[in-house]
Every structure is written in C-alpha cells, then in structure tokens.
C-alpha cells in the first residue's frame, strides 16, 4: 500500500499547479471530520485562490523551486 501512495504521489506532484490545488481541495473533502465548518472555509481559501490565479492577480509557484528557496534561506 505505501508503495501505492508513493506512486499515486509521485503522478500528483508532476500535475499543474492548479490542478494539484484541486486535487488537494477534492481530497480535503474526504477527510471525515467533524467539523464541517473546517472544510468548507479551506474550500473558500482554495476557490478564491484559483479565481485570483486565473484571474492573474496571483501567480503559482513550483513547489520543489519554493521549497528549496527557504531551505537556501534558512543556511
């Protein structure tokens, strides 16, 4: 199973940055949690982000390029 997951990951980190955002909105719609008011504000977060995204209002950022700027940073 966990080789599975990596995969499935390894597939999910290679997609657009907008479609990873919602990837991880579909899957944060899964969680079973018991607070709903929790999940449907990160939807909000994550609806207003893509209207700025394609908007232009906001740009999206490489995750491994962000990632490696802040560990750089952090020497």
Not at 10 to 39: F, G, Y
Not at 54 to 73: I, N, T
């Amino acid at each position: 199973m966990a080789m599975e997951s990596a995969v499935i990951e390894h597939e999910a980190m290679n997609l657009p940055p907008i479609e990873r955002a919602l990837l991880a909105d579909r899957l944060l719609q899964t969680l079973d949690t018991s607070d709903e008011s929790i999940i449907k504000a990160w939807g909000r977060v994550a609806e207003k982000r893509l209207e700025k995204y394609r908007s232009g209002e906001m740009e999206a950022f490489d995750a491994d390029m962000v990632v490696a700027a802040l560990r750089k940073s952090l020497r």
